[in-house]
């Protein structure tokens, strides 16, 4: 019997498994060719696509392994996808890199970005506190080490020095809340934690109260919400560019699916959504909490941005109030908002990863993320500054772009849910953000270099073709937004595992 469940586990955990022997036969490739080469990264690229005809083949599949450790559900399914995608990306991205091609190693990237897509697998499927502890620290700490990655440059071995610090204080913080969960409670399992909370009506208990602010406390430094945020700005502008957008997209879409997970499934009445509105268990509060995080981040976030001068440290900025707008979503706490937040995570892949490959390719030829020294580059440069201004208008929210679909989905949640209040903050939040976000586009096109050559700059043909992979989804979801409808639709039956 134990033998025939662990085989059923097996055949339900292929995409993960698939990913672990690719992961083997990088470092092996890579111990072979002792050489920077494009090898290494294109085995990585094709073992996440046959990962990902794996995860297909679990589309409508509900499912607990391991002795209920994961579960394979429409939830996990749409998150592995999104890692899959943003991971073959970066993996282009770090190729395309000057910095990443003038650093001291061969291919070492590769696989540690194939371990932190592993351990985001993991934390998306999570349902168990030892699971989530666990995948979150594989995350982690191959965070840790591509943030440091280039370390002949003094600010990326400070960036991945301050990660480390800040990471393991919201760790710890964040296991010993699961450990006082797991002593009142006697189960570290989510459902069966949810089931207790309930039966003994313990939702107004101090501890709840403590253990919610802790667990969102480290789950919140992984997304880089307020105030768990003081870590991003020097991680981002520290670390090179692609293993930026790698934090800003994967590792941070990890950290909000095992966040969505625990809190609608942890703190509900029953798992099944009335009217499509969640069953809160009386005395919790967490909505409360995420509102407070949510309009901090939007505000902090925002209104810092503004005056910065560094892409890289603006775009950190914008990383942590687009997180605030995805919180808006869940603080909903019905099936809209939901659906709301994965529509905007879609939209966010494609235009946070364009934005910052169009930075790459601009500090690729100016050796500078200084937006002093991007002046006039729109009349060098039309076709890389043109796809930048679609990025930082849909970031933004500007209408016929993906970012104004998710942006429209969650004000409609909230304002549905009579939070007019809560979505008028989110939309002049919005309007703030314009003035950085077009400040990158004035410099681009409305003034004149200093100094300088003023002649065309050219790039290969493989680098306009990656831009326009970017460039044309963010463009064509926000004009036909029909199939991000119906992925966070079908992607949103999570509450199948009992």
């Known amino acids: ?41 294109l085995i990585a690229i094709a073992g996440l696509l046959i990962a990902s005809y794996f995860v297909s083949l679990q589309i409508g599949i509900k499912t607990s392994i391991f002795s209920g450790m994961i579960v394979v559900d429409p939830y996990s399914v749409f998150f592995k996808f999104l890692f899959i995608l943003s991971t073959i990306f970066v993996i282009i991205f770090a190729y395309a890199s000057k910095e990443m091609k003038n650093s001291g190693h061969k291919n070492e990237h590769v696989y540690l970005m194939l371990s932190l897509t592993l351990g985001a697998f993991l934390m998306s499927s999570s349902i168990n506190f030892l699971m989530m502890y666990l995948s979150l620290e594989l995350v982690s700490l191959s ?43 006697g189960s570290m399992n989510i459902f069966e934690i949810g089931r207790f909370l309930t039966s003994n ?71 099944e959504a009335i009217n499509g509105n969640w069953q809160i268990i009386d005395g919790v509060k967490w909505t409360e909490i995420l509102i407070v995080i949510s309009v901090a981040s939007m505000i902090i976030g925002n209104f810092v941005a503004i005056w910065q001068t560094s892409l890289k440290r603006l775009l950190a900025y914008s990383s942590i109030a687009q997180t605030g707008y995805i919180l808006l979503g869940l603080v909903v706490a019905n099936q809209a908002g939901l659906q709301a937040m994965f529509v905007y995570l879609i939209a966010y892949l494609f235009m946070n990863l364009g934005a910052f490959y169009a930075t790459i390719m601009i500090s690729n030829k100016l050796n500078s993320d200084n937006m002093e020294d991007m002046k006039g580059l729109g009349y060098r440069s039309p076709f890389v500054c043109v796809s930048m201004t679609i990025f930082m208008f849909a970031l933004s929210g500007i209408p016929a772009t993906a970012g104004f679909v998710g942006k429209f989905y969650l004000f409609s949640a909230l ?32 003034m004149r270099p200093d100094t300088g050559s003023t002649s065309k700059i050219q790039y290969g043909f493989g680098n306009y073709v990656v831009l326009l992979l970017l460039a044309v989804p963010t463009i064509f979801f926000g004009i036909y937004f029909t199939p991000l409808l119906r992925i966070a639709e079908a992607s949103i039956s999570m509450f199948g595992i009992k």
């Open 143 to 185: 965070s840790y080490i591509l943030a440091g990655y280039t370390k002949k440059v003094k600010r990326s071995s400070e960036a991945a020095m301050k990660y480390v610090i800040y990471g393991a204080a919201s760790s710890g913080i964040m296991i010993y809340a699961m450990s006082l969960l797991y002593g009142f409670t």
């Open 415 to 446: 304002i549905e849910q009579r939070m007019l209040w809560l979505a008028l903050i989110g939309l002049l939040n919005s309007v703030v953000s314009l003035f950085f976000y077009v400040k990158v586009v004035k410099y681009m096109f409305l």
């Open 1 to 41: 019997m134990q033998l025939k469940q662990t085989l059923d586990s097996l055949n339900n955990f292929l995409p993960e498994t698939t990913i672990i022997i690719t992961l083997l036969v990088c470092i092996i490739a890579d111990i072979i060719l002792n050489k920077k080469s494009p090898i290494t990264s």
């Open 201 to 271: 009506s313990a939702g107004s208990n101090p501890i709840m109260i403590i253990s919610i602010v802790m667990i969102t406390a480290g789950f919140g430094y992984k997304i880089s919400s307020v105030p768990f945020h003081f870590w991003t700005p020097d991680v981002y502008e520290g670390s090179p560019i692609p293993i930026t957008a790698f934090l800003a997209v994967t590792s941070s879409a990890s950290g909000f699916a095992v966040l969505i997970r625990f809190f609608s499934t942890t703190f509900l009445k029953s798992y």
